[in-house]
């Protein structure tokens, strides 16, 4: 069981920086993958960042070079770092983790987390 909420958002003008930060709380030893991922009005989901549990990161295209995915020493902060930003980031920004526990029968299963939503806005 994760709970997850984000904060950080707000307005930038373009060419600012923004960092994001999503509160993890529950079993944090079950992470298996942390993910940003962001929203635009009339648009699909967008997967920005992923970062795995072994520390492996991706970015979108998009974002490379722009955006870093990141985390505190105790795995209860998942940060995105942007910069550079552009009116195109404006989104609904959501933080998402996956989880992999045990059941009784100590096979694997797989639980996904969102958070709320923080709202990031890039314009003059």
């Known amino acids: 069981q994760v709970q997850l909420a984000e904060s950080g958002g707000g307005l930038v003008q373009p060419g600012g920086s923004l960092r994001l930060s999503c509160g993890v709380a529950?079993?944090?030893?079950?992470?298996?993958?942390q993910s940003w991922y962001r929203q635009a009005p009339r648009k699909e989901r967008e997967l920005v960042a992923s970062?795995?549990?072994?520390?492996?990161?991706s970015y979108a295209d998009s974002v490379k070079g722009r955006f870093t995915i990141s985390r505190d020493s105790t795995w209860k902060t998942l940060y995105l770092q942007m910069n550079n930003l552009k009116p195109e980031d404006t989104a609904t920004y959501y933080c998402?983790?996956?989880?992999?526990?045990?059941?009784?029968?100590?096979?694997?299963?797989?639980?996904?987390?969102w958070g709320q939503g923080t709202q990031v806005t890039v314009s003059s």
């Open positions: 998402y983790t996956e989880t992999q526990v045990s059941d009784y029968h100590g096979d694997h299963e797989w639980y996904d987390y």
């Open positions: 529950g079993d944090i030893a079950s992470i298996y993958f």
């Open positions: 970062i795995s549990s072994g520390g492996r990161t």
